[in-house]
């Protein structure tokens, strides 16, 4: 039976009550979710399901705690699936989130449905090349489908 790990809401740059030790406390908590229950757990898959950013707008750093926490899992050739929470949507203005950005840098995969079609969703399979698709096929035999 396929093992996967599903995290929610991690908030990576939380940043309030004045403590940047708070902001390192999410940073920490994640990356040892990670190494707990991912590696230590032998997992065939995580799920990240949303809100893996506090902001749309994020600092450097940030971004350099999400890439250490995902390269981690690539480094153990274990699929990281993703789909964007309210505070991961790309910032107003800006044509890309941050999450469409990491998955381009192929430290995730961003399951979301084509919405182009006059307001009709549709669930394409996950194209590697192009880095786009609503659902994905494992070779766990699980298929999982990505919405928001």
């Known amino acids: 039976m396929p093992r996967f790990l599903h995290l929610a809401d991690i908030h990576l740059g939380f940043d ?3 403590s940047p030790q708070r ?5 920490r908590a994640f990356y040892d979710a990670i190494e ?21 707008q994020i600092k450097p750093a940030v971004l350099n705690q999400a890439q250490t926490c995902l390269k981690v899992l690539n480094d153990a050739g274990i699929p990281v699936l993703a789909i964007e929470g309210n505070h991961d949507n790309r910032p107003f203005g800006s044509n890309t989130s941050w999450l ?16 182009s079609h006059q307001g009709e969703v549709i ?3 996950w194209n590697e090349e192009e880095k786009r698709g609503g659902y994905i096929d494992l070779d766990c035999g699980v298929r999982v489908l990505g919405s928001y």
């Open 36 to 56: 707990t229950y991912a590696i230590g757990g032998k997992v065939d898959f995580v799920l990240l399901a949303g809100d893996i950013f506090e902001h749309r």
């Open 123 to 125: 669930y394409q399979p």
């Open 23 to 27: 902001t390192q406390d999410f940073f």
């Open 100 to 115: 469409r950005y990491l998955a381009e840098g192929g430290f995730m995969i961003l399951l979301e449905p084509d919405t």
């Open 16 to 18: 309030r009550y004045d």
